[in-house]
């Protein structure tokens, strides 16, 4: 049976700060620029040259998203690093799980307070194996939500198409 250890989101992982880059001070890549919303634009040069995970600090707060490829986080976020105590994979699933998005703590623009975050009491597996089978099983099933995702727009554009085509009977 495996064994799990209690702890707080601090003690696992480092949350970095992204850096300002400006829309007008960006150069034409194909390096993805991630803000609190996503991927926000492309430049030519990545801050982080390796995989990473992007958290909503700023507006969007809480949002998480995976890439994996080097990348440009803006100051609207965080980023996490790839690291052998952890499975990366299964780090991206259990950041998803905290939603973070109901940790605002500023008034007028929403924000993550990177204290706030590391305090998040978790429960994860010791053996990173163990991390690294329970991810598998995770992402086995959102490339089967992705898969019947992409069907039902096929099924509607089909759809579509022939009503399209009937409409004039």
């Known amino acids: 049976m495996t064994e799990w250890k209690d ?3 601090g003690d ?3 949350l970095h700060y992204g850096k300002g880059l400006p829309k007008r001070n960006r150069i034409k890549g194909n390096i993805p620029v991630y803000s609190s919303a ?7 040069q990545a801050l982080i040259d390796s995989k990473g995970i992007i958290i909503g600090r700023k507006g969007s707060i809480g949002t998480v998203y ?5 990348f440009f986080p ?6 996490v690093l790839p690291d052998k105590k952890y499975d990366f994979d299964f ?5 998803h799980s905290l939603k973070l998005n109901r940790l605002n703590e500023d008034s007028a623009v929403p924000g993550l307070n ?6 998040q009491k978790i429960r994860i597996p010791i053996l990173v194996d163990e991390q690294k089978s329970i991810a598998s099983v995770l992402s086995s099933l959102d490339d089967k939500i992705n ?3 992409n069907q039902n727009i096929t099924l509607e554009k089909i759809a579509n198409h022939f009503r399209l085509n009937l409409s004039w009977l």
Do not use: W
């Open 91 to 95: 780090v991206y699933y259990l950041l």
């Open 114 to 119: 990177r204290k706030t975050a590391y305090s």
């Open 147 to 149: 898969l019947l995702h």
């Open 74 to 79: 803006i100051d609207t976020s965080y980023y």
């Open 12 to 14: 696992l992982l480092t």
């Open 66 to 70: 995976k890439s994996k490829i080097p």
């Open 7 to 9: 702890c707080q989101l």
């Open 38 to 44: 996503g991927i926000t634009g492309y430049h030519n």
